[in-house]
């Protein structure tokens, strides 16, 4: 075999083994969690069997868990796309000296680990008793989202022609009107990428509401930890608990495959 034909060929078998990696633990919890004992061990778990999954749903804990992240993520989502649109606009459109120094901020505190403002956010939600509120963890996830969310949408309206809105401006539509008619519908894509980013990342998010939120307003994150005794794991419920978790983050990036991929297309065709 020829240099040529092996280095064509490594990048393929690079990501075959990454993928690899990746696939193997699905499978686990995908074969364990049909198992009637099921372990670390795929093989040796006992029979098929859909126990597992009736007893997570009828575990009392799961229902609420599952709504509460669902309204951290879908909170968190909405608000987050809505301020990222209306802060990343100002600064695609109206240029200063400052403006790429902001930019600049914003991708250092997409950098920041979370840990590093967890306790003054902790001191901050008890002096104002603010702890185990779900509308205020929203807010608090919103607003470390915010950095990263701002500067994709930033990107986006980036390619946007200015020539759109300066035409509709001499037909009287104020900017507010031109954002929300012109410029919104055209970025429709990268919202989806800033949405599915911004849902995925709070739905998985353990952190966070584990250090503000209590009882019975934590998230599925959160009460899946609850499976892990101090001598004793229930693989079998951790892996059903786990695939039934994990179905809206699937979900909701199948509806907007489209205009994900739509959106990488429009904004390189403008950009070239």
Not at 170 to 186: A, E, F, H
Not at 229 to 243: C, E, I, P, R
């Amino acid at each position: 075999m020829s240099n040529a034909s092996v280095a064509r060929r490594l990048p393929s078998v690079v990501m075959s083994l990454i993928g690899a990696v990746f696939l193997v633990p699905f499978i686990w919890l995908v074969v364990v969690a049909f198992q009637a004992h099921g372990s670390l061990q795929i093989s040796g778990g006992g029979g098929f069997t859909l126990s597992h999954f009736a007893t997570v749903l009828h575990g009392g804990s799961f229902v609420s868990a599952f709504g509460n992240s669902l309204y951290l993520a879908v909170g968190t989502t909405v608000c987050t796309t809505v301020i990222g649109i209306l802060a990343a606009y100002p600064l695609s459109r109206f240029g200063s000296r400052a403006q790429e120094y902001f930019v600049y901020v914003l991708v250092f505190l997409t950098g920041l680990p979370i840990i590093a403002i967890m306790i003054p956010t902790y001191d901050f939600f008890v002096t104002l008793n603010f702890i185990n509120s779900k509308f205020w963890t929203v807010w608090f996830m919103t607003a470390t989202a915010l950095p990263f969310a701002t500067w994709i949408a930033r990107s986006f309206i980036d390619a946007v022609p200015r020539e759109l809105e300066e035409a509709a401006w001499i037909d009287g539509t104020s900017r507010l009107g031109s954002l929300r008619r012109i410029v919104v519908p055209m970025i429709v894509p990268g919202l989806c990428v800033v949405a599915v980013y911004t849902f995925v990342n709070a739905w998985s998010d353990f952190f966070i509401p584990y250090i503000l939120l209590q009882g019975t307003n934590n998230p599925a994150s959160v009460t899946m930890y609850s499976f892990f005794g101090q001598y004793d794991v229930n693989y079998s419920d951790v892996a059903a608990f786990a695939l039934m978790y994990s179905l809206p983050p699937v979900v909701l990036y199948l509806i907007v495959t489209r205009w994900v991929g739509q959106g990488f297309a429009l904004h390189g065709a403008l950009k070239g």
